[in-house]
Structure formats: C-alpha cells, structure tokens
C-alpha cells in the first residue's frame, strides 16, 4: 500500500458513512511521517447542534486544521480537495502543499480521535483558493483549479436521512460553486447557517435571486457572480460583510484581516 492510500485510509476509514464523498486526489502528494500539531480553537463549534454539518471553505491548510480541531465536538472532517497535487519543478496555479503536509499530520489527531463514529456528522474540507481568481496566471504553470459540483456532496435527501437539517459554513466568500450547493440544499428544507469567529454564534443565512438587472449585467459583462444567488443574515437584507480570523499555524496563533469581505 502507498503512502498515501495508508493515510487516506486514516481520513476516511471504511466504516464511515461519509467515505463516498472523500476525495484521494491530494493524498497522492503525500510522503514521509507526520509531526505532532496543535489544534486550533473554533470559537463557534459550542453553537453546533446535533443535526448540523459543517462545509469549511478556507484557505490552504487553514481549513485542514479547522476541521481537525473540530474532532472535539465529534465532527469527522472529510476532505473534499479534488485538485492535483503542487507539480514540481514547474509548479502550478494552486499551490496544495501545505495541504498536504497538513493532511499528513493530521493523521496524528485522527488516530486519536476515539469519539468519531460511523454516523459521526461531518465536517466537509475545501480549499477556497480551488479556482483562483488571481487575473493573471503565470505562464508555463500546471492548470490545477478546480471547483465542485452537487454531486460532490451528499443529497439533501441523504442529508435528512441521517438526521441532517442544518448546514453551518465557514467561509470568508460564499464562492460560486458553493453558493449554488447551498441553494440546492436551502430549496429542500435544510437551513444554512454563517459561522462567526468575532460573537462565536451562527447566523442564520437566506438566499436572494438576483434581480433582472443584476442577470443582465452578468450576461452583458460576463460576470458569472452577477447571476448566482446572494446570501443574507436576514430577508430583504445587504450582502453580509464582516473580518475575518484565519489560523496563522500549527501552533493555533491567529492573526485579523484588516478588510471585510463579502458573501454572496
């Protein structure tokens, strides 16, 4: 057995019912022993509830350790990355190497983790650097973007079979690809929640079709956000802005953001 098929067993062992939707594609980077590491505090994980899953879409290994902090509240993080591996020496447009080596120390953590069951709920892992929106690539660099699609993730059906009626999202940006998931899922009944690192609460959120305006100007200008939905705290409200707390490294230090973002 590889390296990496002996540590994508770790992440997604056979008895758990979540193993469909675990991706082995970054697994295949992966060489070596892994380091002990410290767990990142979530300040919202005291606000999840029993019907909950968590879809974490955040940077390189932030996400990585985010989902693996929340293991203490009984979360089984399940690693969706379905882009290739950092090629070398060329290099490629998204770099997944600290994705990797995060991946292989969380093996430690997950070996240890004897509170996760079968039917423990998950925790999904994505990287929001998948598409990369820079506007402009370097030449020369292996195309490893990526983006995912509703039949990456469990359905809504599945969901609720297992007792599934609410889906909390951290995220800095609602991305395309995932905005449109979440409507899937909001259309069918299951409740979407924003998590908050700054009031370690969960906010409610509510999808917004985009007006006749807003539709024309993405089919004018080719702005394909301008065509998706928008998500809000409340009904009839602005788009959410708010700063942003990222995990600076393995020992849990963290550092602001000095701008707001917007959802949706």
Known sequence: MSRGMEAFK????QESIWITWAKPVL?????????NIDLPT?????????DMMVIIDMPGKTGVLEGLGLTRYGY???PLYNGAPTMYPMGSIVDTTEIVTALLDGEVI???AYNLKA????????????????????????????????QDMPSAQFLKDKGIRKIVLSADVVEIDIGD?????????????????????????FPEKPSFFDRIKGWLFGDER?????????RNSRPVYRPRTYYSGYGGAKSYGGSYVRLG
């Not at 979530?42 to 029993?50: D, Q």
């Not at 301008?226 to 409340?234: I, K, Q």
Request: proline share 7%; with cysteine; net charge positive.
């Open 10 to 13: 770790i992440w997604a062992p």
């Open 27 to 35: 697994f295949q980077g992966i060489t070596g022993e892994p380091k």
């Open 42 to 50: 979530v300040p919202w994980a005291g606000s999840l509830e029993t």
């Open 76 to 78: 089984r993080p399940v």
């Open 110 to 112: 997950l070996k240890e």
């Open 119 to 150: 039917e423990s709920p998950p925790a999904f892992l994505l990287d929001s650097n998948r598409m990369c929106r820079r506007s402009t690539v370097q030449e020369n660099l292996y195309d490893n973007r990526w983006s995912i699609f509703m």
């Open 181 to 205: 998931i979440l409507k899937e899922y909001y259309d069918a009944g299951i409740k979407v929640f924003l998590s908050d690192d700054t009031s370690a609460k969960l906010e409610e959120l």
């Open 226 to 234: 301008a065509t998706r939905p928008r998500w809000h705290r409340r």
